[in-house]
C-alpha cells in the first residue's frame, strides 16, 4: 500500500486537476451558446440560398457553362479538413483525421491527393500518420467572421478553376447538440446537380438575365457553405470540450473518492499498528 505522503499528494493533484476541467467546461459552456446561436442563424440563410439556386437553375441544369459546375476527370483533388486548434475535446478532432485518410486510402486511391487544414490538430494527427498539409488558415479562429472566410473559399474556387483541382472536398464536424457531433464528408467543388425536383412548377421573371443571376449565386453559395462549415465544427468543437470536461470532473470526484477511502483505511492502519507497538512496548517493560 502506498504512504500516506504519497496518497496526499494524489488527492492534492487530482483536486487541482478536477479544478481545472471544471473551469474549462464552463468556459466552453459560455463560447457553445454563442457559437451555437451563430450556426443556427445561419442555417436557414444557406439553405434558402441553395433552394434558390435550384429553382432557379433547375438544379443547375441551366448553368453548365459555369466554371464551378465543371465535371472533370479526377487527376488531383484537394481534401479541407476543419477542426480545431486546441485539444482536450473528446475524439472531435481524431473523426476528422481518421475521415480524412480513409478518403485517401479507399475514395481517392491512385489520384494525387492534397490536404489544407483550418484547424491545427487535424494537421497534427495527418503529420503523426505520415500524410502532410499543403496549407493551413488556422488563425481564421482567432476572430471568425464571414469576410475572411470568403477570401479562404475564394482562394479554393480560383485553384479549381484555373484547373489546379478537379474536385475539392469539406470534412468536419456538424454541430447537432453539446453531445453530438456529426462527422460530414461533403463536396465543395465542383457543384453537383441537384437531384429533387420542384413539386411544383416555377415561373420566373428574370432581371438581369438567369445565367446571370446564377453566375452571381453560385459564389455567394459556395462561400456561404464553407462559412457554414466552420461555424459548425467551431460550434461541434465547444460541445465536445464541454461534454469532455464534464467527464473528465466527473472520473475526477470518482477517482477523488477513491483516494479519501484508500487515504482514510492506511491512516487507521497506520493508528493501529502505532497503538500495537505501544501496547507491546508496555507488556515488555511489564514483563
Not at 457553362?65 to 487527376?75: A, L, M, P, W
Not at 479549381?160 to 474536385?167: K, L, Q, R, T, V
Amino acid at each position: 500500500m502506498a504512504s500516506l505522503k504519497e496518497i496526499r499528494t494524489r488527492i492534492t493533484s487530482v483536486k487541482s486537476t478536477r479544478q481545472i476541467t471544471s473551469a474549462m467546461k464552463m468556459v466552453s459552456a459560455a463560447k457553445l451558446k454563442k457559437a451555437q446561436d451563430h450556426i443556427t442563424q445561419l442555417r436557414p440563410y444557406s439553405e434558402k440560398l441553395e433552394q434558390i439556386l435550384g429553382n432557379i437553375g433547375a438544379g443547375l441544369g441551366n448553368s453548365g457553362d459555369n466554371i464551378f459546375s465543371k465535371q472533370r476527370e479526377i487527376k488531383k483533388v484537394l481534401i479541407i479538413t476543419v477542426s480545431s486548434n486546441r485539444g482536450l475535446c473528446g475524439a472531435f478532432n481524431s473523426n476528422v483525421v481518421k475521415k480524412t485518410i480513409e478518403k485517401i486510402e479507399k475514395q481517392y486511391q491512385g489520384v494525387k491527393v492534397d490536404v489544407v487544414q483550418i484547424g491545427k490538430k487535424a494537421g497534427d494527427g495527418l503529420r503523426y500518420k505520415g500524410y502532410k498539409t499543403t496549407a493551413n488558415f488556422n488563425t481564421i479562429f482567432d476572430n471568425l467572421n464571414f469576410e475572411d472566410a470568403s477570401k479562404i473559399a475564394e482562394d479554393f474556387m480560383q485553384k479549381f478553376a484555373d484547373g489546379e483541382y478537379d474536385a475539392v472536398d469539406l470534412v468536419y464536424n456538424q454541430f447537432k447538440n453539446a453531445a453530438t457531433q456529426i462527422v460530414m464528408d461533403e463536396p465543395f467543388l465542383p457543384i453537383k446537380e441537384k437531384k429533387e425536383k420542384q413539386k411544383t412548377a416555377l415561373d420566373y421573371i428574370f432581371e438581369p438575365s438567369q445565367e446571370e443571376i446564377i453566375n452571381e449565386l453560385i459564389p455567394k453559395a459556395l462561400k456561404t457553405q464553407l462559412f457554414k462549415a466552420i461555424l459548425d465544427s467551431y460550434a461541434a468543437e465547444h460541445g465536445a470540450r464541454m461534454t469532455a470536461m464534464h467527464k473528465a470532473t466527473d472520473n475526477a470526484s470518482e477517482l477523488l473518492g477513491d483516494l479519501q477511502l484508500t487515504y482514510n483505511k492506511a491512516r487507521q492502519a497506520s493508528i493501529t499498528n502505532e497503538i500495537l507497538e505501544i501496547v507491546g512496548g508496555a507488556e515488555a517493560l511489564n514483563g
